[in-house]
Nanobody, 123 residues
C-alpha cells in the first residue's frame, strides 16, 4: 500500500481558492493513478478527480469540472488539487487516494487513503 498525507485545507470565503497537497510514500507512487475524493457531513464519499500515473490523463466529476485541476509531481511523490471559485457546497473533508492501476481508475481501484483534510467554504 501507499501511505498518504494530505495538507492545505482550511477556511476560505466563497469565490476563493485552495491548493491541496498529498505526499505519498511506500508502494511505487509513480506507477499509480491517484485521486481526490471528498465527504461532506451526512453524505457519501464523492469522487472529485483522478490523474494517470504519468499525468497525461485527468478525470473530473461534473460538480467540479472547470473549477478543479489535479496534477502530480512524481519526483516529489506528491499529488495536488487546485480548487478555484469555491462554493459553500464544496465544504467537506478531502481525501487523497492511490489506485492499484496506472490509468482509467475505477472507484474500486483505490486501495490506499489518507486521513483527510478539512475544507470549509463560508458564504
Amino acid at each position: 500500500q501507499v501511505q498518504l498525507v494530505e495538507s492545505g485545507g482550511g477556511l476560505v470565503q466563497a469565490g476563493g481558492s485552495l491548493r491541496l497537497s498529498c505526499a505519498a510514500s511506500g508502494r511505487t507512487f509513480s506507477s499509480s493513478a491517484m485521486g481526490w475524493f471528498r465527504q461532506a457531513p451526512g453524505k457519501l464519499r464523492e469522487f472529485i478527480a483522478a490523474i494517470s500515473w504519468n499525468g497525461d490523463s485527468a478525470y473530473y466529476a461534473d460538480s467540479v469540472k472547470g473549477r478543479c485541476t489535479i496534477s502530480r509531481d512524481n519526483a516529489k511523490n506528491t499529488v495536488f488539487l487546485q480548487m478555484i471559485s469555491l462554493r459553500p457546497e464544496d465544504t467537506a473533508v478531502y481525501y487523497c487516494a492511490a489506485a492499484t492501476v496506472g490509468d482509467y481508475p475505477a472507484s474500486t481501484d483505490f486501495d490506499s487513503w489518507g486521513q483527510g483534510t478539512q475544507v470549509t467554504v463560508s458564504s
